[in-house]
């Protein structure tokens, strides 16, 4: 995986339109997320949060990371920065389209 192909997804990422719609968090989903983060499975545990919120181009960016992960045998420091900058974006979507209760309890799962 290229850098350039890495930073397209992230550009991608990014640009993620939010809906005026609210998105309700699922129970099963939180509850799915909070064991992933339990288990340090971070990288899942973002695709995961990528997906409660709609957001396809950070689920794929976090799907390409986990590729180069399994590739270095480890998370370099680009790594945990794309990740970062994933999971930044997915808060700020997470903020926007859930309720405040439903926000708090996403934000705690990580």
Known sequence: ??????NRVLTQVRKT???EAKIK???KKLAELEKLTDWNNHNE???LGCEIVKMPA????????????KLDG???PSLLDYRKEVYD???GVAHKSLSPEDYE???GAF
Not at 58 to 69: D, E, I, S, Y
């Open 45 to 47: 545990a973002v695709a």
């Open 89 to 91: 974006t997915m808060m």
């Open 1 to 6: 995986m290229s850098t350039k192909r890495m």
């Open 105 to 107: 309890a996403f934000q």
């Open 25 to 27: 968090l699922d129970p």
């Open 74 to 76: 480890g998370m370099s």
């Open 17 to 19: 339109l939010l809906s």
């Open 58 to 69: 950070g689920v794929k960016a976090m799907k390409l990371l986990q590729q180069l992960h």
